[in-house]
């Protein structure tokens, strides 16, 4: 025999080692891969088991329980959430309320600024001029001219350096001037007031108004209808000797 083997002796050889180095799991390599097995199935059950609902193994009745607590938290949710938003309505409301009342405060503290002479003024109105050269313009005319303006809804007015209110006076002032609440004013005067152009006008133009007098006594006057009038000067009334707030 050659000391070359033959092709079936080779692979009985390969084989042969094949066997020898194929593993050979043991008993206890088996039992573990078995109880591995086991194990993971468990857990896969679990898991799917949890994924599911929960509600899935309560009764019917246990059910019906969960079900009047989920109703009773909803309607307690609806409950909170309605007096919220009422509290919401009531606090907006209120803020509403207050702004309303605080600038109706403001534009009542303004509209009687105004009227008081405490605060300065513009709109539409009149300019008046009087010339009075021979000095023949007395209080009492001043005082009609004023009256006339009051009457025909001037909001504002004044002559010179003064602003004249309900409370203004006039006195004679030599030589051939007058005093308005103790300023010296004389010819020209000049007059400002706030109001309907069309009215103020109007009730100066009447036939033996004030204006109608005055010229009458010699003096020249003069009124033009203003789209925009300033009247800046402001009075500074002193405090009350007699009167006080109504608590």
Not at 44 to 58: I, K
Not at 63 to 80: K, M
Not at 192 to 214: E, F, N, V
Not at 225 to 232: A, F, N, S, W, Y
């Amino acid at each position: 025999m050659s000391d070359w083997q033959t092709p079936a002796s080779g692979s009985r050889a390969w084989r042969r080692l094949a066997r020898t180095l194929r593993p050979r799991p043991t008993r206890a390599q088996v039992t573990t891969g078995l109880l591995c097995l086991i194990l993971g199935f468990g857990l896969a059950t679990q898991f799917r088991q949890t994924r599911e609902a929960d509600f899935s193994t309560l009764r019917q009745s246990e059910l019906i329980e969960v079900l009047d607590q989920l109703t009773t938290r909803a309607e307690r949710l609806r409950q909170d959430n309605a007096q919220l938003e009422h509290q919401l309505a009531e606090l907006t409301d209120s803020r509403t309320q207050d702004e309303a009342a605080r600038q109706a405060a403001l534009d009542q503290a303004v509209t009687q600024g105004i009227l008081a002479g405490t605060l300065p003024a513009q709109g539409p109105g009149v300019k008046i001029t009087l010339e009075d050269p021979d000095g023949v313009l007395d209080t009492a005319m001043m005082a009609a001219l004023v009256d006339e303006l009051r009457n025909a809804g001037a909001e504002a007015i004044a002559v010179g350096p003064v602003r004249v209110t309900v409370s203004t006076w006039f006195a004679p002032n030599a030589p051939g001037g007058l005093l308005a609440e103790g300023e010296s004013i004389g010819s020209p005067y000049r007059w400002l007031a706030i109001g309907d152009p069309t009215t103020l006008q109007g009730a100066l133009g009447m036939a033996g108004g004030a204006l109608a007098a005055m010229r009458t006594a010699g003096a020249k006057t003069e009124v033009s209808v203003e789209d925009q009038v300033v009247i800046e000067v402001i009075k500074t009334p002193g405090p009350a000797e007699y009167a006080t707030a109504l608590e």
